[in-house]
């Protein structure tokens, strides 16, 4: 752990010196630990405190969501850790690109809240179709991952969100949480040529499914598991509105979202968190909304390559434990982000931004984003309400589908279509 292995670093330091032996013979190489992920947490302020905080070189490898996805899936031996989603699971554990992770390592896991252990932070509430994180967490005895509690996890649960779309209030205008704001938005002629997907089919083809879904185009039986036949009607709407010139395009990393909306070349599109704050600061109108038909959940992943050992192994758990130590869990909640054990960032927050971020009440005071610039002016109240409003009103969860490889020539064409 992390305070242990520096009180015995120094402890073998001061013994040296007692006995005369200069302090350099006991001199080691710093260790560096590769973290393969997305520009959601793959932050240069975060690798700043961790490497000051831990004493470690962390060399973060941030891409768009194919991609790290493709090479932490082909390639364990190129990084330490993966930070991602849970739906990143299914394809890394049974290609054998991850290793379980010890709980009994992990300092705080027992603060850890139900969401990750059960699939909700309330008992009385539905779960979200498709893989809600519970389902994939714990490592089975006889080698699988699933539902039952073991000591060992496949993946650490750490931040999370529920996603939707953003659109730009100064060209559309604003609707009611939870009441009017709908997926069918996306699909709205209104918007024509001015629409952005995700380019990821774990993520956005269900952004597409909740669209023609609430459109009243098609009705899915399991939306967390479509069949071969419900896909194939699917592509084929989504292929007319893309020949139609209906969608401006997709995106692949957070920043080309921005980009897409603050150039004016959309006005709606699949958004990420981040995005909309990183918006906002540039004083451009975006909302996120809360769709009537309910949110598309994640929850962070962070996986143990199947390739890391000794010491690289060591400062990986320093770094999970270092993710659930407070400080992160503040940081990432700038940017609308949940931590699994949100108690102990509440040390790190003022009481006006857990009010605003956690609560969903009014802000007391303008509120700084994680690059330090003003998002939330005095007054505002979080689009979708507190952490529990938001959770109990999940739609489905980012999944990988049995279906999943039947999807991907379809998305292809997709994307190649114009």
């Not at 393969?36 to 470690?56: K, M, S, W």
């Not at 023609?212 to 071969?228: N, T």
Request: one cysteine or more; aromatic letters at 12%; glycine letters at 8%.
């Amino acid at each position: 752990m992390p305070s242990s292995r520096r009180e015995f670093v120094r402890g073998t330091l001061s013994a040296g010196i007692l006995a005369g032996v200069a302090p350099y013979a006991f001199a080691r190489t710093r260790t560096k630990l590769r973290v393969l992920g997305t520009h959601v947490t793959l932050q240069e302020p975060l690798r700043l405190q961790a490497e000051q905080d831990l004493g470690i070189d962390l060399e973060f490898q941030p891409g768009g969501s194919a991609g790290v996805l493709h090479q932490a899936s082909t390639r364990p031996d190129s990084f330490d850790l993966y930070e991602q989603w849970s739906n990143s699971m299914r394809v890394l554990w049974e290609v054998g690109a991850i290793q379980g992770i010890d709980t009994r390592r992990l300092n705080n896991w027992g603060e850890i809240n139900p969401l990750a252990k059960t699939g909700r932070l309330q008992p009385e509430v539905r779960i979200g179709a498709g893989d809600a994180p519970n389902k994939l967490l714990f490592v089975q005895d006889d080698g699988r991952i699933g539902p039952v509690p073991t000591e060992r996890i496949s993946f650490l649960p750490y931040v999370h969100n529920v996603d939707s779309f953003g659109y730009n209030a100064a060209t559309i205008p604003e609707g009611q949480a939870y009441e009017t704001e709908s997926w069918a938005w996306l699909l709205d002629p209104a918007w024509r040529g001015r629409v952005a997907l995700v380019n990821e089919p774990t993520i956005g083809l269900f952004d597409a499914a909740l669209a023609v879904q609430s459109a009243g185009l098609m009705q899915f039986a399991d939306i967390g598991d479509l069949s071969k036949q419900e896909l194939d009607q699917l592509f084929q709407i989504l292929l007319e509105y893309r020949k139609a010139g209906h969608f401006r395009g997709v995106w692949s990393s957070v920043p080309q979202s921005v980009e897409l909306m603050a150039r004016g070349d959309v006005v709606i599109e699949s958004m990420f968190s981040p995005a909309v704050f990183a918006l906002k600061s540039r004083n451009i109108d975006c909302v996120y909304a809360s769709p009537k038909e309910g949110y598309r959940a994640w929850h962070g992943v962070m996986c143990l390559s199947s390739e890391t050992k000794g010491a690289a192994e060591d400062a990986a758990y320093d770094y999970m434990n270092w993710w659930l130590s407070g400080w992160p869990g503040a940081f990432i909640a700038r940017q609308g982000y949940y931590i699994s054990n949100p108690e102990r960032s509440r040390e790190h927050q003022s009481d006006a931004e857990w009010a605003y971020w956690y609560e969903g009440l009014p802000a007391t005071e303008d509120l700084l984003g994680t690059d330090g610039k003003v998002v939330i002016q005095q007054g505002e109240i979080r689009d979708g309400g507190s952490y529990l409003q938001r959770f109990n009103n999940i739609a489905v969860w980012n999944t990988v589908m049995s279906n999943y490889e039947y999807t991907l020539p379809y998305w292809n064409e997709f994307l190649s279509t114009i």
